[in-house]
């Protein structure tokens, strides 16, 4: 499971960044990167002026992808904490950081439904939810170089 879950996150993980994100802002993906985390309702309205009606509806038939990317890092995540014997709660980071994440599109997907009418503070939260999933995905990370550094060294001692 946990091989399977790891190519496909890297196939995702590719394919995001590479392809779906590229797509919607028509530059090399980076603005898309930026609405995540704008704060400010009128940043993220310059953000998706750029885009233009093209890359708002590539936008709506694209991120079904980032849904799933999300589900399959946090499972990937998630095993492979556990493979390295992680025991605290650390080892539900992954599904954290999937959680924002989702919460994060689905408010993407509101705020592009009717840009205009949006709530300023409800924006706000939108990148602060970002942020969070932002600061749990370095946890996730450490969690497991740690557990692999600390592990070599317990078997050659």
Excluded: C
């Excluded at 999933?133 to 050659?156: A, T």
């Amino acid at each position: 499971m946990i091989y399977i879950s790891g190519f496909i996150t890297v196939i995702l993980f590719i394919l995001v960044m590479f392809y779906v994100n590229p797509t919607i802002d028509s530059h090399y993906g980076l603005e898309v990167l930026k609405l995540q985390i704008s704060f400010y309702k009128d940043a993220g309205i310059d953000i998706v002026n750029v885009w233009n009606d093209n890359g708002i509806k590539s936008f709506f038939n694209l991120i079904w992808i980032d849904y799933i990317y999300a589900l399959n890092y946090s499972i990937f995540f998630y095993f492979l904490l556990i493979k390295l014997h992680v025991k605290s709660w650390y080892v539900y980071t992954p599904f954290i950081a999937g959680l924002f994440d989702w919460i994060e599109n689905t408010i993407e997907i509101l705020f592009l439904r009717n840009i205009e009418e949006f709530s300023n503070s409800l924006f706000f939260l939108h990148s602060v939810i970002a942020s969070i999933k932002w600061l749990f995905l370095p946890i996730v990370v450490y969690m497991i170089f740690y557990n692999l550094f600390s592990r070599s060294k317990k078997q050659y001692i």
